[in-house]
């Protein structure tokens, strides 16, 4: 069956330049989560949606930073102003919700490695 | 908020030695603990989980347990084989705010040495 699909899977940018990643989840999955992985290191968490709202964007690095998700599916985060520190895999996972909100199992993608040259 | 410590950070075993990685977590309301394997160049996938109501959970060579009074759970993967050989990830899932939160551990990169 499908699983998350991310695109691009690799964009190579300018510093100074926007740039939007795509994220379409497995369908039904409500939870929707994006993490960064600068090279060799770890995940770091970014914004979770619940549906097509987001309750905690805590992880977002600086206002450059935004993310949508729009009919409770597709979510686009994006990146204003691109740094070179923004240079990175950045991994989308979708995940059911189930009884007293509890999760499981995170899907992920295979990422979009971003690199700000 | 969840703190999850993971050690060691990199790990080499001979091929068919065992393997354990420990990981300790900092709120007692985490009830979901996941372990997920990282081979290079894919996103993380999940191996073995465990929740708090369990204290060992066994599927082929690994194993993973939970120890909720001292807050560490530990994964163990037996008769390792080459392509064993990833980065690993362990995770605790708490309610946080009226919904999951997700917090991993820092990784752990295991080499098995044929």
């Known amino acids: 069956g499908a699983g998350v699909s991310q695109s691009p899977s690799n964009k190579v940018t300018e510093k100074g330049k926007d740039v939007e990643l795509r994220c379409d989840p497995i369908s039904g999955h409500t939870a929707l989560y994006w993490y960064r992985q600068s090279l060799g290191q770890g995940l770091e968490f970014l914004i979770y949606f619940q549906g097509n709202s987001a309750p905690d964007k805590s992880g977002l690095p600086s206002d450059r930073f935004s993310a949508e998700r729009t009919g409770g599916s597709v979510s686009t985060l994006t990146i204003q102003r691109t740094q070179q520190e923004d240079s990175a895999v950045y991994l989308c996972?979708?995940?059911?919700?189930?009884?007293?909100?509890?999760?499981?199992?995170?899907?992920f993608g295979e990422g979009s490695r971003l690199t700000v040259l | 908020g969840e703190n999850v410590e993971q050690h060691p950070s990199t790990l080499s075993v001979q091929e068919g030695d065992s393997a354990v990685i420990k990981c300790t977590y900092s709120?007692?309301?985490?009830?979901?603990f996941p372990w997920y394997k990282q081979e290079l160049g894919k996103g993380p996938q999940l191996i073995i989980d465990i929740r708090s109501n369990v204290g060992e959970k066994k599927d082929q060579r690994i194993a993973v347990t939970l120890n909720k009074t001292a807050k560490h759970f530990s994964l163990h993967i037996t008769e390792t084989q080459p392509e064993d050989s990833a980065v690993y990830f362990c995770a605790a899932n708490a309610n946080s705010g009226g919904y999951q939160k997700v917090t991993f551990g820092t990784g752990t990169k295991l080499q098995v040495i044929p």
């Open positions: 996972a979708s995940t059911p919700i189930g009884l007293r909100g509890n999760t499981g199992e995170l899907f």
């Open positions: 709120d007692s309301a985490s009830n979901y």
